[in-house]
T-cell receptor, first 115, second 112 residues
Framework: GAGVSQTPSNKVTEKGKYVELRCDPI?????LYWYRQSLGQGPEFLIY????????DSGLPNDRFFAVRPEGSVSTLKIQRTERGDSAVYLC?????????????FGPGTRLTVL | DQQVKQNSPSLSVQEGRISILNCDYT??????FLWYKKYPAEGPTFLIS?????DKNEDGRFTVFLNKSAKHLSLHIVPSQPGDSAVYFC???????????FGTGTSLTVIP
């Protein structure tokens, strides 16, 4: 079956602009996660959804970052007033259930470059 | 404050030999650990895991060892193959089990 997909695969934008990154999780997966991976670093947790609600958004760096999952499937990560430091690969993952023993399946990521 | 650490950014190994990738953690409450493998332009994929109640878990060529007293785990790949060349991340779930803490990764190159 299809895995987690993310669009676009690459996004180049100018400082100050608004961007939206999309994630299509595996069908039937109720949990959805966003991570950010900067160069030379491991994935860093941003936000976790269980169904439509953001169950844990403690990893969002500031209020320029926001994510939604209105129908409990597709999720969009929104970044306002982008800064050069936002440049990173944004990874989405989904899992069947919650908890550490539920395998998280990752998408290929969206590489965001802020000029 | 990095809760999961991988201090070796890269490792090169001859094909057929053993690859040993190391990971240290600071949070003694972690009760489960995972290793992920990542190829360029792809997302990480789950490789192997271990519960804190065990000290070893084996799956084919891959074995993970856990030393709780030292807060250290290692991934052994034997025999190493060129297709194993990738970045390997160690990870542990946080308190709620939903937030995973990842190490910075070790880039493994297996030389044919």
């Amino acid at each position: 079956g299809a895995g987690v997909s993310q669009t676009p695969s690459n996004k180049v934008t100018e400082k100050g602009k608004y961007v939206e990154l999309r994630c299509d999780p595996i069908s039937g997966h109720t949990a959805l996660y966003w991570y950010r991976q900067s160069l030379g670093q491991g994935p860093e947790f941003l936000i976790y959804f269980q169904g439509t609600g953001a169950a844990d958004d403690s990893g969002l760096p500031n209020d320029r970052f926001f994510a939604v999952r209105p129908e409990g499937s597709v999720s969009t990560l929104k970044i306002q007033r982008t800064e050069r430091g936002d440049s990173a690969v944004y990874l989405c993952a989904s899992s069947l259930g919650t908890g550490g023993k539920n395998e998280q399946f990752f998408g290929p990521g969206t590489r965001l470059t802020v000029l | 404050d990095q809760q999961v650490k991988q201090n070796s950014p890269s490792l090169s190994v001859q094909e057929g030999r053993i690859s040993i990738l190391n990971c240290d953690y600071t949070n003694s409450m972690f009760d489960y650990f995972l290793w992920y493998k990542k190829y360029p332009a792809e997302g990480p994929t789950f490789l192997i895991s271990i519960s804190s109640i065990k000290d070893k878990n084996e799956d084919g060529r891959f074995t993970v060892f856990l030393n709780k007293s030292a807060k250290h785990l290692s991934l052994h790949i034997v025999p190493s193959q060129p297709g194993d060349s990738a970045v390997y991340f160690c990870a542990a779930p946080g308190d709620t089990g939903n937030q995973f803490y990842f190490g910075t990764g070790t880039s493994l190159t297996v030389i044919p």
